[in-house]
């Protein structure tokens, strides 16, 4: 089955719930599945078929029927993947199904019943008894996330304002793949920390429906937990091993209808069914294993499932089913799903030592607080005792710690009475001057200030210490097994029982097969009357095998034709809007805003998202735009050549802005002998009035009287 060592293929199992009681008073006839659980065989009745028609048989990893308990469930098909994760594979384990068939029960079921836990608390469970009863060389640090898609759009469920806050992002990197950024991921140091963190994302996700089952029936929650175990190596070194869970609870699988609805309504439609869709995609092209492309990224969910799927990663998919007659058609097509999902081959393998392994930085924290905390113990016991201070640095703290701090909490109070002795001595001394005491005292204060500050920053290194340390967890050490021996005992063979029903349904299965192979061989035929009833048996089988085929093509060409009428119906309504907002676009807005607009849209890959370029000047105009004038220095603002000269020659009249024309005239009069009127003329006054009319009139009046005398 395998093609290569390392890959193993999706393990896939069925599970159908109990009839409701509205199911329930129409009877059994209104049944429509049965199931095999010693070959792990689901088979499926058509109720409109004539009796005739064969019933479609499937076979998966295991089925669960009406009465299964949910420890079966765990114990048979996800405690083997539990504890891969524990040893550092990746693991992933989703809920496949129509709304209503028990998904959420499988994944989370009734808390508070321990027999009605689903497969997240009883992983929660088992993840930290692993931890408790394993070695004590072994560090642990476990963190939990929670997330749901909603609208092609992820939203941290453990954030605060989730209600509000933008969706993340999906990033990729070359060391761990494709990731959420920003994303919340809290430590969690027990069974009670994990389970907070579960209900607080619980709670996240109801606030913000108005309808918790509608919402969930259309969004994907995934919580993600992450194992990293720290383990000395042969080499003496700590190597680090990263598990990782993602537990998903997928979106109804039913078709959302898409009749009657239009605009933003028929947009989410489509993108409800968008994860789906391409999920199916997904595990369709890597169940045929031919076509190379794998359209992972055409989702985010997709995106996210891409180890999971075909990758670095154990995965067991649960799809879930109702009996009733009224959903065969989706009960019909979970089932062909599910099918295809058994073909596809994971590669899992141990994450050793990643690059990001949190651990790895805790410890390096760890170990420089306890480096500062060891330097400053030996600082204040140096203090103490000036002379022997050795072998401080090399202490170790483990067990002694509390002996040193009650240590240094003493030396504080010794410190303090001393000082107050001191205070009194100097407030008692009568020969010194009040001025001189009031010096003394204020230095005595501010010591003990001092010694009061020093302490705690001590506290609060200590502090940080302690609360760093506490969210390792040691092997066997931090968390407390309270299981009794007989309990563990009973645990064991429970495990043991669950292991050997799986091994026995294998084999079961193997068996059918070979039988088919193998009966012709096994076939000698005594009389030809024999040999004839014989092929006729087996005609009849052929026959019936054949039927069955036919009936299957049949409905896949069905599903498939129904598949096409709902997407050209999509089309349809999307080109309506189109061409709905051409007509805005062609009418309303001018050609050359529009061209504009065009020219400067991209479309961006990765966020899947048009996007405008930043808008930059045309190439001529750049050096224009680009260079700014240059002040001259010590000036508040850019000055002009010419004002600058203005300022530095003061009151020239060049300069001035007004009275350009200001002209200082001599106000003496030609003292000429030839001009003897000029004395006598009583126009010849100096005017100051220096309109150009009135100089010409001037003028006049000097020549006149020389020509005259002439
Ligand atoms: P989904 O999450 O697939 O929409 P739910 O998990 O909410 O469906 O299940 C619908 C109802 O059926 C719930 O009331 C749940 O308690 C019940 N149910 C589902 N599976 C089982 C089961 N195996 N045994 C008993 N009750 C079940
Ligand atoms: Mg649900």
């Given at each position: 089955?395998?093609?290569n060592?390392?890959?193993?293929?999706?393990?896939?199992?069925?599970?159908?719930?109990?009839?409701?009681?509205?199911?329930?008073?129409?009877?059994?006839?209104?049944?429509?599945?049965?199931?095999?659980?010693?070959?792990?065989?689901?088979?499926?009745?058509?109720?409109?078929?004539?009796?005739?028609?064969?019933?479609?048989t499937?076979?998966f990893?295991?089925?669960?029927?009406?009465?299964?308990?949910?420890?079966?469930?765990?114990?048979?098909?996800?405690?083997?993947?539990?504890?891969?994760?524990?040893?550092?594979?990746?693991?992933?384990?989703?809920?496949?199904?129509?709304?209503?068939?028990?998904?959420?029960?499988?994944?989370?079921?009734?808390?508070?019943?321990?027999?009605?836990?689903?497969?997240?608390?009883?992983?929660?469970?088992?993840?930290?008894?692993?931890?408790?009863?394993?070695?004590?060389?072994?560090?642990?640090?476990?963190?939990?996330s929670?997330?749901?898609?909603?609208?092609?759009?992820?939203?941290?469920l453990?954030?605060?304002n989730?209600?509000?806050?933008?969706?993340?992002?999906?990033?990729?990197?070359?060391?761990?793949?494709?990731?959420?950024q920003?994303?919340?991921?809290?430590?969690?140091?027990?069974?009670k920390?994990i389970?907070?963190?579960?209900?607080?994302?619980?709670?996240?996700?109801?606030?913000g429906?108005?309808?918790?089952?509608?919402?969930?029936?259309?969004?994907?929650?995934?919580?993600?937990?992450?194992?990293?175990?720290?383990?000395?190596?042969p080499?003496?070194?700590k190597?680090?091993?990263v598990?990782?869970?993602?537990?998903?609870?997928?979106?109804?699988?039913?078709?959302?209808t898409?009749?009657?609805?239009?605009?933003?309504?028929?947009?989410?439609?489509?993108?409800?069914n968008?994860?789906?869709?391409?999920?199916?995609?997904?595990?369709?092209?890597?169940?045929?294993?031919?076509?190379?492309?794998?359209?992972?990224?055409?989702?985010?969910?997709?995106?996210?499932l891409?180890?999971?799927?075909?990758?670095?990663?154990?995965?067991?998919?649960?799809?879930?089913?109702?009996?009733?007659?009224?959903h065969?058609?989706?009960?019909?097509?979970t089932?062909?799903?599910?099918?295809?999902?058994?073909?596809?081959?994971?590669?899992?393998?141990?994450?050793?030592?990643?690059k990001?392994?949190?651990?790895?930085?805790?410890?390096?924290?760890?170990?420089?607080?306890?480096?500062?905390?060891?330097?400053?113990?030996?600082?204040?016991?140096?203090?103490?005792?000036?002379?022997?201070?050795?072998?401080?640095e090399?202490?170790?703290?483990?067990?002694?710690?509390?002996?040193?701090?009650?240590?240094?909490?003493?030396?504080?109070?010794?410190?303090?009475?001393?000082?107050?002795?001191?205070?009194?001595?100097?407030?008692?001394?009568?020969?010194?001057?009040?001025?001189?005491?009031?010096?003394?005292?204020?230095?005595?204060?501010?010591?003990?200030?001092?010694?009061?500050?020093?302490?705690?920053?001590?506290?609060?290194?200590?502090?940080?210490?302690k609360?760093?340390?506490?969210?390792?967890?040691?092997?066997?050490?931090?968390?407390?097994?309270?299981?009794?021996?007989?309990?563990?005992?009973?645990?064991?063979?429970?495990?043991?029982?669950?292991e050997?029903?799986?091994?026995?349904r294998?084999?079961?299965?193997?068996?059918?097969?070979?039988?088919?192979?193998?009966?012709?061989?096994r076939?000698?035929?005594?009389?030809?009357?024999?040999?004839?009833?014989?092929k006729?048996?087996?005609?009849?089988?052929?026959?019936?095998?054949?039927?069955?085929?036919?009936?299957?093509?049949?409905?896949?060409?069905?599903?498939?034709?129904?598949?096409?009428?709902?997407?050209?119906?999509?089309?349809?309504?999307?080109?309506?809007?189109?061409?709905?907002?051409?007509?805005i676009?062609?009418?309303?807005?001018?050609?050359?805003?529009?061209?504009?607009?065009?020219?400067?849209?991209?479309?961006?890959?990765?966020?899947?998202?048009?996007?405008?370029?930043?808008?930059?000047?045309?190439?001529?105009?750049?050096?224009?735009m680009?260079?700014?004038?240059?002040?001259?220095?010590?000036?508040?603002?850019?000055?002009?050549?010419?004002?600058?000269?203005?300022?530095?020659m003061?009151?020239?009249?060049?300069?001035?802005?007004?009275?350009?024309?200001?002209?200082?005239?001599?106000?003496?009069?030609?003292?000429t002998?030839?001009?003897?009127?000029a004395?006598?003329?009583?126009?010849?006054?100096?005017?100051?009035?220096?309109?150009?009319?009135?100089?010409?009139?001037?003028?006049?009046?000097?020549?006149?009287?020389?020509?005259?005398?002439?």
């Amino acid at each position: 089955m395998s093609k290569n060592k390392s890959s193993e293929s999706v393990k896939v199992v069925v599970r159908c719930r109990p009839p409701s009681r509205k199911e329930e008073s129409n009877g059994p006839a209104g049944t429509i599945v049965q199931m095999d659980l010693r070959l792990g065989q689901v088979i499926l009745k058509n109720p409109r078929a004539p009796p005739s028609e064969p019933q479609k048989t499937f076979t998966f990893d295991a089925v669960y029927d009406a009465n299964s308990k949910q420890r079966d469930l765990y114990d048979e098909s996800v405690r083997p993947l539990i504890d891969s994760v524990l040893a550092g594979f990746n693991g992933t384990i989703f809920a496949y199904g129509q709304t209503g068939t028990g998904k959420t029960y499988t994944m989370q079921g009734a808390w508070l019943d321990p027999e009605k836990r689903g497969v997240i608390p009883n992983a929660f469970d088992h993840i930290f008894t692993h931890i408790s009863r394993s070695q004590s060389d072994k560090q642990y640090l476990v963190r939990a996330s929670y997330l749901e898609i909603y609208l092609e759009e992820i939203r941290d469920l453990l954030d605060p304002n989730h209600g509000i806050a933008r969706g993340l992002e999906l990033r990729e990197s070359p060391d761990t793949g494709v990731y959420v950024q920003d994303l919340t991921s809290c430590v969690c140091k027990s069974i009670k920390e994990i389970e907070e963190v579960m209900n607080v994302g619980n709670q996240a996700r109801a606030v913000g429906a108005t309808d918790m089952n509608e919402h969930s029936s259309r969004s994907h929650a995934l919580f993600l937990i992450t194992v990293e175990c720290s383990q000395p190596g042969p080499d003496g070194r700590k190597h680090i091993r990263v598990g990782r869970l993602n537990l998903v609870d997928l979106a109804g699988s039913e078709r959302q209808t898409k009749t009657g609805v239009q605009g933003e309504r028929l947009k989410e439609a489509a993108k409800i069914n968008l994860s789906l869709s391409a999920l199916g995609n997904v595990i369709s092209a890597l169940a045929d294993g031919r076509s190379g492309h794998v359209p992972y990224r055409d989702s985010k969910l997709t995106r996210l499932l891409q180890d999971s799927l075909g990758g670095n990663a154990k995965t067991v998919m649960v799809a879930t089913l109702g009996p009733a007659s009224l959903h065969y058609d989706e009960t019909l097509t979970t089932l062909r799903y599910a099918n295809r999902a058994k073909n596809i081959q994971n590669q899992p393998r141990v994450n050793e030592d990643p690059k990001d392994a949190l651990l790895r930085e805790f410890q390096m924290e760890i170990a420089r607080l306890r480096a500062q905390l060891n330097h400053r113990k030996w600082r204040s016991k140096q203090k103490k005792e000036p002379v022997d201070g050795e072998g401080w640095e090399r202490d170790e703290m483990d067990g002694e710690e509390d002996e040193v701090e009650k240590e240094a909490e003493e030396y504080v109070k010794l410190e303090e009475q001393r000082l107050e002795r001191e205070k009194e001595a100097i407030r008692d001394d009568q020969y010194l001057l009040a001025e001189e005491k009031q010096r003394l005292l204020g230095e005595k204060e501010k010591m003990m200030g001092d010694l009061r500050m020093e302490q705690q920053a001590a506290e609060q290194l200590t502090a940080k210490y302690k609360a760093m340390e506490s969210k390792l967890l040691v092997g066997g050490k931090n968390i407390i097994d309270h299981t009794n021996e007989q309990q563990k005992i009973l645990e064991m063979k429970r495990q043991e029982i669950a292991e050997q029903t799986r091994s026995e349904r294998e084999m079961q299965q193997r068996m059918m097969v070979q039988d088919e192979e193998t009966l012709e061989l096994r076939d000698t035929f005594t009389s030809l009357q024999q040999e004839v009833e014989a092929k006729t048996k087996k005609l009849k089988k052929l026959y019936n095998k054949l039927q069955t085929i036919k009936g299957e093509i049949k409905d896949v060409n069905d599903e498939h034709v129904r598949n096409r009428q709902e997407l050209e119906q999509t089309q349809n309504e999307l080109t309506r809007e189109l061409k709905f907002k051409y007509l805005i676009i062609e009418n309303f807005i001018p050609p050359e805003e529009k061209n504009k607009i065009m020219n400067r849209l991209t479309f961006d890959q990765e966020e899947d998202q048009w996007k405008y370029q930043p808008l930059v000047p045309a190439e001529s105009k750049s050096s224009q735009m680009k260079k700014r004038p240059t002040s001259a220095v010590g000036y508040k603002r850019p000055i002009s050549q010419y004002a600058r000269v203005a300022i530095a020659m003061g009151a020239h009249s060049r300069y001035r802005a007004e009275n350009i024309m200001f002209l200082e005239l001599d106000v003496t009069p030609p003292n000429t002998s030839l001009d003897r009127s000029a004395g006598a003329d009583p126009n010849q006054s100096p005017s100051l009035d220096n309109s150009p009319t009135k100089e010409k009139g001037v003028r006049k009046s000097r020549s006149c009287p020389s020509s005259v005398s002439n």
